[in-house]
């Protein structure tokens, strides 16, 4: 059974840093990509980072700098550093990998707060 878990949100304050993961099963990892979007209240899933099976990354603009997203293949697991973390980086963080790049995570929430 293909699952994506994701872990380690919480609260924080601006300038801030976290780090989530993605734990992956029932699929050979290696080879396929990683995305983490997020979701705001009232506005729509947006794509923050995305790295290919061969190491290629992708960010969107306003997390570039900040952001660092990186896998480890021994341990099925993505990863998402988060750095000088906005109150607008507030959302939900949502894994996306799989065989056909279908299969999401159940989200975990991110809150940047003074």
């Known amino acids: 059974q293909v699952q994506v878990v994701e872990s380690g949100g919480g609260s924080v304050q601006p300038g801030g840093s976290l780090r989530l993961s993605c734990a992956a099963s029932?699929?050979?990892?290696?080879?396929?990509?990683i995305g983490w979007y997020r979701q705001a209240p009232g506005k729509q899933r947006e794509l923050v980072a995305k790295?290919?099976?061969?190491?290629?990354?992708y960010y969107e603009d306003s997390v570039k700098g900040r952001f660092t997203i990186s896998r480890d293949n021994a341990k099925n697991t993505g990863y998402l550093q988060m750095n000088s973390l906005k109150p607008e980086d507030t959302a939900v963080y949502y894994c996306?990998?799989?065989?056909?790049?279908?299969?999401w995570g159940q989200g975990t929430q991110v809150t940047v707060s003074s």
């Open positions: 996306r990998s799989g065989p056909a790049y279908s299969n």
């Open positions: 029932g699929f050979t990892f290696s080879f396929n990509a």
């Open positions: 790295i290919g099976g061969d190491g290629r990354v």
